[in-house]
Each structure stands twice: as structure tokens, then as C-alpha cells.
């Protein structure tokens, strides 16, 4: 097999190539940035440069020889990425394509909608596929760090909801497997961390981890609409962020699912661990 990754620079498409590599495969990587890519990967993949707005032609020589495809998409328009790459991966004789997407095409809250229109071009394209349903990301408290480090601080308003932040390399693990097999091909698999917790209980673990006593504060829906639009902007990133943090303090995304020991055999890594490799950007 020879695997085409799309979107190889980002959190978890860098960790997808990485294992790739790490099996001994040469992944191909379609990327905008070659500078970039070489800088973390080296001689050991096959660059191919474009860029999926301005050039989707670009997509067809990276596709040349691969059978397999990783594909990571963002924004409020990912669906017309997803279209462009689903097409040309069956005509291109892909044999399966797998989507990085949420778990919350399931409750519609924040970048749900987006991902379920990206799920549907993929199905009507006719490409054998597998969705990775993630949820929310244990990277996304790093956008805390700063609050925490200069004030000691959180401050949200999630209330005492609760959410099954998931590790990266959990992430990157599952899709790795499902991608090296035709086991998946089909399904849409639900992936979580271990337990949900509240981000006053994720407060005191970085705490524990930094040595620090960490204040939770509680704001307004608007203060937080206010503090994301101040560095995403005005716009439907940083709708979908605030979506997102009411549906947690309203207690509609706490699902906690078995599909990473489904897939790969192993519990998922804890929000401590991440914690204590993380101790860097936090204190
Ligand atoms: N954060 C969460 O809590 C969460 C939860 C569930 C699902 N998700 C989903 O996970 C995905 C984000 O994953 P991630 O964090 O790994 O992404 P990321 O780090 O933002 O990486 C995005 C990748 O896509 C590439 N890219 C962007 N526009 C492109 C274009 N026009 N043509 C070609 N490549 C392009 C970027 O390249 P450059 O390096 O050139 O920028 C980068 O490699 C999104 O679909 C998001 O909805 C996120």
C-alpha cells in the first residue's frame, strides 16, 4: 500500500506520517508549505506541493500510485475540500479514504454541521471510507496557556459540564490502524479520552502537573464570545467555539466511548499524562 496524506503538517496528520514512517512506509504527503513539510519530516516522504483552494488540479499527481488516504480538512467550508478530494481519490482508483471528522456530526454543536456535509460529499463520491468521529482535542487547552502562566487563571463558562478531551497520539494511533487495514472500511468510528471531566477538574490536573494552584473563573457566554473573536475574529470559528463550550455546561457533549481500545487494544492516555508532557506551555 502507498498512503496519501492530506493536511500531513497539522497536529494530527504530522503524527499520522510520522507512524507511517515509523512501519517502514513512504508516505506521499500533499501539502502547501514544502519548506515546512521537509523540516519535519526530511527525505523521508514523497513531497507534493498545491493547495486544495487555489489549485485542486493539483491533488492528481499526488494520487498517482497511492492506495490509501488520510484526509484532514477544516473550516466552515471544508465540505468543498472533501468533495475535491473524495472525487479525485476514486477516480483516481483510491481503495480507501480516511476522514478525520467529529463527534459532533452526532449532536449538530459547533463544527458538527461542517463535518457532516464533509461525511456526505465523501459517501456520494463512492470511495470506500472510514470516519474517525474525534472528539474535542486535549491540544485545544493549550489555548489556556496563557491565562494560566501569567495569572494563574481559567477562565471559561462551561459550568460543571464535562467533556472526554482525547490525546493527539490516540488519535494519530487509530487512524494509523485503521488506515493499515480494510477492517474499517464503512464505519464511522466514535473516538473519545478515557473519562469526562469538567475544565475546573482539567484546571486542578495542570495544576498538580505544574506545581501551581490554578483559579477557575467563571464568564459570560458573551465576555468568551468577545475573548475568541479577539484573536479568531468576528465569523463562524469563533461561533462554533462558544457553540461548542455552551452545549458542554448544558451537558450535551460528556459521551465517553470505547472506540480507541475497539481499534487499537489500549485504554485511551489520560488528561493528566498529556498534562505532564505539556508542563512546558504552562508554566
Ligand atoms: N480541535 C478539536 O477539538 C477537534 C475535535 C474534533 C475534530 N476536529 C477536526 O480536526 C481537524 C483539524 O485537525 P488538525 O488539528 O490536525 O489540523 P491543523 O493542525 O489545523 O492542520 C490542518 C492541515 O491542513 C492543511 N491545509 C489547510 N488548508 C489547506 C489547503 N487549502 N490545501 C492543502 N492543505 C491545507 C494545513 O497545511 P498548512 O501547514 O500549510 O497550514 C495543515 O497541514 C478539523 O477538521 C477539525 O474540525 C478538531
Redesign the pocket.
Given at each position: 500500500m502507498k498512503y496519501l496524506i492530506?493536511?500531513?503538517?497539522?497536529?494530527?496528520?504530522?503524527r499520522v506520517t510520522q507512524r507511517l514512517i515509523a512501519r517502514g512506509e513512504r508516505p506521499s504527503i500533499?501539502?502547501?508549505?514544502a519548506k515546512?513539510a521537509k523540516a519535519l519530516f526530511g527525505a523521508q516522504v514523497d513531497i507534493h506541493v498545491?493547495?486544495?483552494?487555489?489549485a485542486p488540479s493539483s491533488l492528481a499527481t499526488a494520487l498517482n500510485g497511492a492506495n490509501g488516504v488520510f484526509l484532514?480538512?477544516?473550516?466552515p467550508d471544508?465540505d468543498t475540500?472533501d468533495h475535491t478530494v473524495a472525487f479525485a481519490a476514486k477516480s483516481a482508483g483510491i481503495r480507501h479514504l480516511v476522514k478525520?471528522?467529529?463527534?459532533?456530526v452526532h449532536t449538530g454543536v459547533g463544527?458538527g454541521p461542517?463535518?457532516a456535509r464533509?461525511e456526505a460529499a465523501v459517501r456520494e463520491s463512492g470511495v470506500a471510507f472510514t470516519f474517525i468521529?474525534?472528539?474535542?482535542?486535549m491540544?485545544?487547552a493549550l489555548g489556556w496557556s496563557d491565562s494560566i502562566r501569567e495569572e494563574s487563571v481559567l477562565r471559561t463558562f462551561t459550568g460543571n459540564g464535562k467533556i472526554a478531551?482525547?490525546h493527539?497520539d490516540d488519535?494519530a494511533d487509530v487512524t494509523t490502524a485503521v488506515l493499515t487495514t480494510p477492517d474499517y472500511d464503512g464505519q464511522s468510528l466514535v473516538i473519545t479520552g478515557p473519562e469526562a471531566l469538567s475544565y475546573g477538574e482539567m484546571a486542578a490536573t495542570l495544576g498538580r502537573a505544574i506545581g501551581k494552584s490554578i483559579r477557575f473563573e467563571e464568564i459570560s457566554d458573551r465576555q468568551a464570545h468577545a475573548g475568541v473573536v479577539a484573536w479568531a475574529g468576528r465569523g463562524p470559528y469563533a461561533d462554533a467555539l462558544v457553540d461548542?463550550w455552551r452545549a458542554v455546561r448544558e451537558g450535551r457533549l460528556a459521551t465517553v466511548s470505547d472506540g480507541v481500545m475497539q481499534v487499537i487494544g489500549r485504554k485511551p492516555i489520560s488528561f493528566g499524562r498529556w498534562a505532564e508532557e505539556n508542563v512546558g506551555a504552562f508554566s
Open positions: 492530506v493536511g500531513a503538517t497539522g497536529n494530527i496528520g504530522t500533499f501539502v502547501r508549505n515546512k498545491g493547495d486544495l483552494d487555489k484532514v480538512s477544516d473550516g471544508l475540500r478525520l471528522s467529529t463527534l459532533d463544527t461542517w463535518h464533509g468521529q474525534a472528539a474535542g482535542f491540544l485545544n478531551f482525547i493527539p488519535i461548542i
